[in-house]
């Protein structure tokens, strides 16, 4: 068995996995607050440091109930920010670890997607890959055991990507999580304007969502592409920036929580 060790423990959150827990268990008791009825079928979800992010990221998973719709496979979409490659990229392992343990792949799924053109089974591409990794943690403590589908989304076109999410897509046991941050190194006002209406268009399902405008543009403009055949109805749960939480006020990273929930839930 293959697995892919934690590479950003100790730098976008905590080692030691009581103090990981703990912060993780934190930031999910202060985000509850009322959701749509029925099961939460997708996450956009931010990808930075939990002392930046963690609470926007938090708003995210705390609308998952796995008591009352239980979830089994989390399929997480997310950009490469160290290795580019033109294909969406297979990690090649059988788990992820993160300090909370391991996290079994879906081995039937990557057999599947590696038959894609647009698919390849890239190692190097996920080895030291933050944006996806920092979702685990969320989710070992609110799911417990599920599968993962991991997907570094690299230089695809929306339809190709969506076209590889619909091979995964499933139904209420299946999650999809879209891991992006926004505006990245805007003055604080700036970034505030350019977010909202970065956000207005992914509500709206506009697609495509501009480079700039989010460094998971890809991975996200697929899932918009998709999401239009699912009438999938957004809810925005929080907004800000690194300004906000823990940064800088001249140059700000953006950061949104939404979820999708179908329209007839």
């Given at each position: 068995m293959t697995t892919r060790p934690p590479a950003v423990a100790g730098s976008f959150y905590p080692?030691?996995?009581?103090?990981l827990a703990s912060m993780v268990d934190e930031l999910l008791a202060d985000a509850r607050h009322e959701m749509p009825a029925g099961p939460t079928k997708?996450?956009?979800?931010?990808?930075?440091?939990?002392?930046?992010?963690?609470?926007?990221?938090?708003l995210g998973f705390a609308t998952l109930h796995p008591q009352a719709h239980p979830i089994e496979r989390v399929v997480v979409a997310c950009p490469t920010h160290r290795v580019g490659v033109a294909a969406v990229a297979l990690p090649g392992v059988d788990a992820f670890a993160t300090p909370l343990g391991e996290v079994r792949v879906d081995v039937d799924a990557m057999a599947v997607?590696?038959?894609?053109?647009?698919?390849?089974?890239?190692?190097?591409?996920?080895?030291?890959?933050?944006?996806?990794?920092?979702?685990?943690?969320?989710?070992q403590r609110v799911l417990g055991e599920f599968s993962?589908?991991?997907?570094?989304?690299?230089?695809?076109?929306p339809d190709r990507v969506a076209e590889v999410l619909e091979a995964v897509w499933g139904g209420p046991e299946t999650l999809v999580v879209i891991s992006s941050d926004l505006s990245h190194y805007l003055p604080y006002h700036r970034a505030r304007e350019v977010d909202r209406a970065t956000v207005a268009a992914i509500?709206?399902?506009?697609?495509?969502?501009?480079?700039?405008?989010?460094?998971?543009?890809?991975?996200?403009n697929g899932f918009l592409t998709a999401a239009r055949r699912h009438r999938l109805r957004p809810t925005l749960l929080g907004l800000c920036n690194s300004g906000d939480t823990a940064g800088d006020r001249s140059r700000v990273v953006g950061y949104a929580s939404i979820a999708w929930h179908q329209e007839d839930a």
């Open positions: 080692a030691s996995p009581a103090a997708a996450l956009l979800s931010p990808h930075a440091g939990y002392i930046y992010s963690g609470s926007t990221a938090a997607l590696a038959g894609f053109p647009q698919v390849s089974t890239r190692p190097d591409v996920h080895a030291d890959e933050h944006a996806l990794e920092v979702q685990l943690p969320f989710l993962l589908v991991p997907l570094a989304v690299g230089e695809v076109a509500l709206d399902c506009r697609v495509p969502i501009g480079e700039r405008a989010a460094c998971g543009v890809r991975p996200l």
